[in-house]
């Protein structure tokens, strides 16, 4: 979703999504992210222009290779990024590479990148199940976003999301997902895809 619609999303609901990702399992249970959600339009503003400035880089500075641009094609996608600044709410998924101990050692945290997909997944999802939408961004770089929301040297940004609701008229991307059968190998036969098991009830 790239078009998205100024009406405004209580905080508390952007809570309770946090709430949910709070919930995944991480590597040694370090929990190692952190989730900053903006509703300032000064910030939004801010980030918007820095997101711009990197992707006007990727796009049209030769920063994003050909194959890369020609994979992206399809989606419609290019450097200009109103919805940073349109929707209610922008929630960043910051990484924490390593934690300090109670004398301030330095301390590893494990698996950092599975465990917050994992918990960028159940973000999501919450998201979705509230009505709501969502984009997974990453105007790489983003070390604007740690500089601009005054995060520590130990977090890394990794992941953005504006978040509200669609605006009038959105368009979104034709896409179809893999199938069953490309991305699953079973050892026990299980019902076809389009089989009576897999539609909705209450149908005749
Ligand atoms: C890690 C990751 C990074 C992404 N970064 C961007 C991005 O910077 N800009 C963008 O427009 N979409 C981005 N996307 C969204 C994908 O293009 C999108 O998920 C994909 O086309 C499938 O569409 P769907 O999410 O509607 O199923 C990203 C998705 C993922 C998982």
Redesign the pocket.
Known sequence: ??MMSDRDVPADLIATAVATAGTAPSGANLQPWHFVAVSDRDVKKQIRDAAETEERTNYLNGRMNREWQES?AH?G?DWHKEFLETAPWVVVLFEQRYRHGPDGLVLHNYYVKESCGIAAGMFLSAIHNMGLVT??????PMAFLSKILGRPDNERPS?LFPIGYPAEGTL??D?T?KSLTEILTIDRPIDPPGSNRFRARGGT
Request: proline share 12%.
């Open positions: 979703m790239r992206l989606l996608t984009l997974t961004h990453t105007p790489t992941i979104v991307p896409l997902k």
